[in-house]
Nanobody
Framework: QVQLVESGGGLVQAGGSLRLSCAASGGTFISLSMGWFRQTPGKDRDFVALISRSGGITDYAGSVKGRFTISRDNTKNTMYLQMNSLEPEDTAVYYC?????????????????WGQGTQVTVVS
């Protein structure tokens, strides 16, 4: 059973940056295809970014492309989301997700493991 723990959220002014981390345990990290999602109250959990097991393939939601960067360190069992040029619209709870597969998924329903979420609040 894989456990995921996010950290790095907080309050930041518009235009600022944050880096989220997702530490994994209980499984084989290199076997995990992973992603970041975000959710605001009353709305569905939305795709933000994904990364392949090796880190060689990434993809982003259009709203964050060019501002956010997903990465992973397979020696530290940790995935990251560097968020730059933050906007108030980026305010949400951010979740990391994982699945033991080589496939890549944008849909949240495809992921088996989830972290508890970390709040990101961007103020103008």
């Amino acid at each position: 059973q894989v456990q995921l723990v996010e950290s790095g959220g907080g309050l930041v002014q518009a235009g600022g940056s944050l880096r989220l981390s997702c530490a994994a345990s209980g499984g084989t990290f290199i076997s995990l295809s992973m992603g970041w999602f975000r959710q605001t109250p009353g709305k569905d959990r939305d795709f933000v970014a994904l990364i392949s097991r090796s880190g060689g393939i990434t993809d982003y939601a259009g709203s964050v492309k060019g501002r956010f960067t997903i990465s992973r360190d397979n020696t530290k069992n940790t995935m990251y989301l560097q968020m730059n040029s933050l906007e108030p619209e980026d305010t949400a709870v951010y979740y990391c997700a994982a699945k033991e597969t080589s496939a890549l998924f944008i849909g949240s329903v495809n992921y088996d493991y989830w972290g508890q979420g970390t709040q990101v609040t961007v103020v103008s």
